[in-house]
């Protein structure tokens, strides 16, 4: 099984280098949120003194420790699974010896998590020295504590991601032409030479399949 892992991780690392830019855009959607939060909070901090009793550095460890705590402990398998629900491609998955999620879709998850983390790094570093944190308050006991915490908020959050996805409430977005296309109940999608099952071709002729009305 051990071997199965490294096979699939190696496979999986080399796909996330394959999607850069879906990597950065992902990066980049997480990012504005809690960094919009940090200059806002932390300029109201610095102009009133404190908010609620936290001063400007309580708001600046908190986004930048949210900023790796989120990244730790977020999960896309609802982007991996969803669509296969939806096609019927998940049956493949499923005849298979081993686990479909918690094989692929995890090792899939955890690579794509290994390289956010290297684009991530360079940008928290930035963001350390313009608003300059003071982590004096925490403490080796603080810090030894969050691994198996992160570790198991990540878990809880895989599986109540993939729970959630495999139910199939959900409706994954496709574009439109597809959608269309994917009706196969659809009068326009048949070929004329079904269209009437007592209408036989005629000799040489090539039957032409009608257009989709998009």
Known sequence: MLRIYRRMWAVNWSEQWQYRANLMMYLFYWLVSPIVYLAVWTTVAREQGSVGGLTANDFITYYLTLLIVDTLTSEITIHLVAYKIQDGTLSGDLLKPIHPILTHVL????????????????????????????????????????????????????????????????????????????????????????????????????????????
Do not use: M
């Open 107 to 214: 090792v899939n998850n955890l690579a794509f998590k290994a390289l956010t983390l290297i684009a991530l790094v360079p940008i928290w570093l930035v963001l350390g020295l313009l608003f300059a944190p003071d982590f004096s308050g925490v403490t080796i006991q603080s810090l030894l504590l969050a691994v198996p915490a992160i570790a198991l908020g990540f878990a809880v959050s895989f599986l109540l991601g993939a729970t959630i996805t495999c139910v199939a409430f959900s409706d994954y977005p496709r574009p439109r032409a597809e959608r269309v296309l994917l009706r196969a109940d659809r009068p326009l999608l048949r070929p004329v030479c079904t269209a009437r099952s007592d209408a036989a071709p005629r000799a040489g002729h090539r039957p032409i399949p009608a257009l989709p009305a998009l």
